[in-house]
């Protein structure tokens, strides 16, 4: 919510510089397309499209395959602008610079209840399925004497981006454990390949961990988990895809053909292990070797590491709306939204996954 955003002040100047420059990214190449069309691919129609890392595999399935659509470059064409997180998104789609995007749930719910964005939620790209899925986590290092939330006031805690959906969780645990999340604790916003790093040469005290990097800090050791996910909002629905409904109900037949080939993404994403590994190295640029280890994975036990395991997909990138509906209400009754939403309204009658030809 606003309230949080203002409250965080150092914060919110790094984060608002961050903001312009992928709002102004995303103009330039809306503007950059829009003009391109027009001169030399006029039937082709061009969808905005923002994506993040990790875990949207339909989305790189698209980007470093796109031979494996038969639509796509033929009906339609996407150009696909990376942000830092997906409250930026959010921001962008109100801007209009961008038709669809990968979103969290609460930051599209804030986006809905507070800027008035109008979207459908399309696919689902991960959540997770306790115990069984990877959930996100925040560690310190083994020597720290933080050992659960109640030791999370006053101190320095790494976030990806204010407002996220990680973020959701995690400011519920905080007002559970008697700390304000506005007051009690320095927030800091830092990308999820740095967290580790701030966390070892204490930048940070607490840091976040996501996949691969919660894999690469395991197998180096020296770190522990304080709380994860699970422990707050078990089967959370962490990203999920979501259109401008302007564009969806002008262009239902190019939205219809961009959410079949999510659809079509996500069964050639868990269809093909070995050539998605591949594809996520080139998303990446890491070796297979960092994502081996857990990609595609499930826990041995509720014991086993966090990061032996992967998120849990859907294979048809079905979006699970009872879920979201449930988070819309926990994150309201918590006071991190300023009404209550109902899911209904974020859903196209006939467009969403899955979906075929």
Not at 21 to 47: D, E, H, N, V
Not at 165 to 172: M, V, Y
Not at 210 to 226: M, T
Request: proline share 5%.
């Amino acid at each position: 919510m606003i309230r949080f955003r203002q409250k965080q002040r150092s914060f919110t100047f790094e984060r608002g510089f961050r903001l312009e420059r992928g709002l102004a990214l995303a103009f330039a190449i809306a503007a950059s397309t829009a003009g391109l069309t027009a001169a030399s691919a006029q039937t082709i129609p061009t969808i905005r499209v923002g994506w993040t890392v990790p875990a949207e595999d339909a989305k790189y399935w698209m980007m470093k395959r796109p031979q494996e659509f038969p639509n796509l470059g033929k009906k339609y064409n996407v150009e696909w602008v990376q942000f830092q997180g997906t409250a930026q998104m959010v921001q962008a789609m109100a801007a209009g610079a961008l038709d669809c995007s990968t979103q969290g749930v609460l930051s599209l719910a804030q986006g809905a209840a507070s800027a008035g964005l109008q979207t459908y939620i399309v696919a689902q790209h991960v959540g997770e399925k306790a115990p069984e899925s990877f959930s996100v986590y925040w560690a310190v290092k083994d020597d720290s004497p933080i050992k659960s939330v109640k030791d999370f006031k006053g101190k320095t805690i790494g976030l990806n981006v204010l407002g996220t959906g990680i973020w959701g969780p995690l400011a519920i645990a905080l007002k559970k454990n008697g700390i304000d999340p506005d007051k009690d604790v320095k927030l800091v916003e830092a990308a999820f390949p740095t967290q580790e790093d701030a966390i070892r040469t204490g930048r940070l005290d607490v840091g976040v961990l996501n996949q691969p990097f919660a894999a690469r800090a395991e197998a180096k050791g020296g770190l522990r988990k304080v709380f994860a996910i699970s422990e707050e909002i078990p089967d959370i629905v962490h990203i999920l895809e979501a259109c401008s409904k302007t564009f969806v109900d002008k262009n239902p037949e190019l939205a219809a053909l961009y959410v079949q080939d999510l659809t079509a993404g996500m069964g050639k994403a868990l269809a093909n292990r070995d050539e998605t590994l591949k594809i996520v190295t080139e998303i990446f640029k890491a070796p297979v070797a960092v994502f081996d280890p857990f990609y595609f994975k499930t826990r041995a036990s509720n014991d086993a590491p966090l990061g032996s395991a992967d998120f849990a997909r859907d294979p048809g990138a079905a979006a699970n709306y009872d879920g979201i509906q449930k988070m819309f209400k926990l994150y309201y009754d918590v006071g991190m939204l300023p009404k209550q939403l109902d899911v209904k309204d974020f859903k196209h009658a006939k467009i969403f996954a899955p979906l075929k030809p």
